[in-house]
């Protein structure tokens, strides 16, 4: 097959020869004996063939995702282009260890965007897409070619901005996170059951959001609102307790918010909310976290985030309502979680990344999810990706509602009452969600589990010795628990080493 553009006949063709190659790259590995350590200890020449082979399956490979950075690069001037080389070249996998560590960021993260675009690109295709936001309102987003550069990814010489924090970090195993809430706002009661199920919980708002009465709104067909351009919508970075105060007062109006957080836990020992991302249906704003006057004032948004009547759209929002608990003592009420509706709707992706380019025609630059958010000031591409998080969620949550009700729309029967089912069930798993606790976890001293263990470790190092009583383990295990007890005090990580 030469390298002319593909007739849609060929392309069927061009399908089989590549599976025809795969079919023989996976028979070849799978008959490779699954000791294969032992033998390659054994057999110097199959010893020197597999290095070989590895290498150059290692070239290959770095060579594909170089061209893969490629798509969509428009390089300004040769200096540019010299730099991003720079960037890719200290970014190549080197070994074995190394894909293993960084197979998500470094191979994961680039191909799925592309994958995205194929899919959409064959949903147009075949007259699937459904793209129903006016192309003008989209923005050109600055796409990068290259991984991000190691000080966006891993700012070290930064001071820790959690030292700085007004309630200071504790990060004792021994100190139990509890619920701590100054004002409760939208109060039904102090009751911790529900009457229908006998459900206990020391959530301070289980009451409320296991009997909410939801809007009419969210059961009313009505056309997807498009969201203005980026020029054309306000925008305010909020740093200052002035600004989170002015904040609010845009806030108290609304009746959708799209909500969402940069999170940081690289560089920490349990990590925490480094900005929020707000908007509703005619402003963005990003709140800056970081600041102390801020974040030791930000259980104020609790005023809007539990009343009843404004809905709050997050997508993926099982993290987020930790974070918001552990960092700010803030409480969702009213959740409709995008992530719910597009598996309901059986998506083949359920992905942020998906819904944008489904619905909007917007291709996030997914290399910023690892961007490390510490830094201050802020790269504007940085900003630019934080605010597009929310700045089309309303108008995804708009289409997912109407695609949610015309698929209860198809099932009445004549006569029959409209029981809004799919919405619901949305509904129904985004209470779920809102109702999750925020709970520390211990150190596993016994079997090593959770993010903090040293189980995974092993594994990772394929070290069975070290899963078996003796002096190696227990020397291991030792130095492990040492490590845990010096991150709890400088605040490091406790899943890789700093």
């Not at 995702?65 to 960037?87: C, F, H, I, M, Y």
């Not at 959409?120 to 192309?135: F, N, R, V």
């Amino acid at each position: 097959m030469t390298s002319t553009a593909l007739l849609e006949s060929s392309v069927e063709e061009y399908a089989s020869q590549i599976k025809v190659q795969t079919d023989l790259v996976l028979e070849a590995a799978n008959g490779l004996p699954k000791d294969i350590r032992f033998h390659r200890s054994l057999d110097g020449k199959f010893k020197k063939d597999l290095d070989t082979a590895t290498a150059r399956v290692l070239r290959l490979t770095n060579r594909l995702l170089k061209l893969v950075e490629t798509v969509s690069t428009k390089p300004t001037d040769g200096k540019a282009q010299r730099r991003r080389a720079e960037d890719r070249s200290r970014e190549d996998f080197e070994d074995e260890q190394d894909v293993i560590d960084r197979f998500h960021s470094g191979a994961v993260d680039l191909m799925d965007p592309l994958f995205e675009r194929v899919d959409h690109c064959l949903d147009i295709h075949h007259g699937k897409a459904k793209s129903t936001l006016p192309s003008k309102t989209v923005d050109a987003v600055p796409q990068g070619s290259a991984r991000l550069p190691h000080h966006l990814l891993h700012a070290y010489k930064l001071a820790k901005p959690q030292l700085q924090f007004r309630d200071k970090v504790n990060n004792d195993e021994n100190t139990l996170w509890t619920h701590k809430v100054a004002q409760k706002w939208h109060d039904k009661g102090s009751k911790s059951t529900d009457d229908t199920s006998g459900v206990a919980s020391t959530h301070p708002y289980f009451h409320e959001i296991s009997t909410i009465s939801y809007p009419s709104s969210l059961f009313t067909s009505r056309s997807p609102v498009p969201p203005k351009s980026f020029e054309e919508t306000p925008f305010t970075f909020v740093d200052t307790l002035d600004g989170l105060l002015d904040l609010m007062n845009g806030l108290r109006a609304s009746e959708e918010l799209a909500i969402d957080l940069e999170h940081h836990s690289y560089r920490s020992y349990y990590g925490f909310v480094c900005l929020m991302q707000i908007s509703n249906r005619s402003r963005d704003w990003i709140i800056d976290c970081l600041v102390p006057d801020i974040r030791s004032n930000m259980e104020l948004l609790n005023e809007v985030f539990t009343n009843p009547g404004i809905i709050k759209v997050f997508h993926g929002a099982g993290h987020d309502i930790i974070w918001l608990q552990e960092n700010f003592n803030i409480y969702i009420v009213n959740l409709f979680d995008t992530y719910h509706a597009s598996r309901l709707l059986e998506f083949p992706k359920f992905s942020l990344a998906f819904l944008l380019s489904k619905y909007c025609g917007f291709t996030a630059d997914k290399r910023y999810q690892l961007a490390d958010w510490r830094i201050r000031p802020l790269p504007q591409e940085m900003i630019h990706y934080a605010r597009s998080d929310t700045h089309f969620l309303l108008f995804i949550y708009d289409s997912l509602r109407e695609d949610l009700l015309q698929i209860d729309r198809s099932k009445i029967t004549d006569g029959a009452p409209h029981d809004y089912e799919s919405v619901k069930r949305v509904l129904k798993d985004s209470e779920e969600t809102s109702l999750k606790e925020a709970a520390w976890e211990p150190y596993d001293t016994v079997n090593g589990e959770g993010t903090k263990g040293w189980a995974g470790l092993v594994r990772k190092a394929n070290k069975p010795e070290l899963a078996t009583p003796g002096p190696s383990r227990n020397v291991f295990l030792a130095i492990h628990r040492w490590r845990d007890s010096v991150c709890t005090v400088f605040h490091l990580p406790s899943s890789s080493y700093p």
